[in-house]
């Protein structure tokens, strides 16, 4: 398996110093999971920050308080940093589709899971988490159909877990990662050879082209 899309840095620089949330927290840990090469870059990242955290002078008497005050801090703020997922540190001796943590969250794997019709033979799958943020989903999208076209209200993240996608002129296979955003308008296919299951995760609802897709939006969840 050959990853071609990879997190970006910014993205990997915000999981790494522990300032995104929950949701986006599953999709890059789960990415993470699927990817060495990921990884390295992480462990590069978090070194770094270590080499430099080092170089600062702490007074004593503050070493003993400072993780409890940086708690409440973020406790007070909100924040959902403290138990934010983590991906697998090696590669799984398993022919699970899931990696970890999104198996975890899920409690089974694809095969044993309750999926949701979206209609034309697309499936989907909430995840709930405690993040109020974001939107968290599995999507299961027919062998050789497209996604509706559409646009975005915010971020949007999709990581293949099976099969593959293409967007335009890119290919998406299993652990790479799409990062999408307001600027981009567009229509994934899932490949030929099987169905696409993708995690797919967004902080603001699709904007989609087609009215009809518009008018059952709302009772879909998307």
Known sequence: MTIVHQVSDE?????????????WCIAVASHLALSPEGRRRLAAIEAAGGALLKDIPVAEEDTDDSWSRMKARL???GGVAINVPMPARRVEATEAILPEPLRSYLGADVDA???KALGRGAYHIKIPTGDPTTSVR???IPAGKPVPEHGHGGRELTLV????FSDGDDSFGRGDLEEADEDLQH??????????ICLAV???PLKFKSPLVRLVQPILGI
Do not use: M, R
């Not at 993205?11 to 949701?23: D, R």
């Not at 877990?161 to 593959?164: A, E, I, Q, R, V």
């Not at 229509?187 to 696409?196: F, L, R, T, Y």
């Open 161 to 164: 877990l099976k099969g593959s």
């Open 138 to 140: 599995l999507l299961k």
């Open 202 to 204: 967004t902080d603001a």
């Open 75 to 77: 406790s007070e703020a």
């Open 187 to 196: 229509q994934p296919v899932a490949g030929k050879d099987e169905d696409c």
């Open 11 to 23: 993205l990997l620089l915000e999981y790494a110093t522990g300032s995104l949330s929950e949701g």
């Open 113 to 115: 899971l309750k999926w």
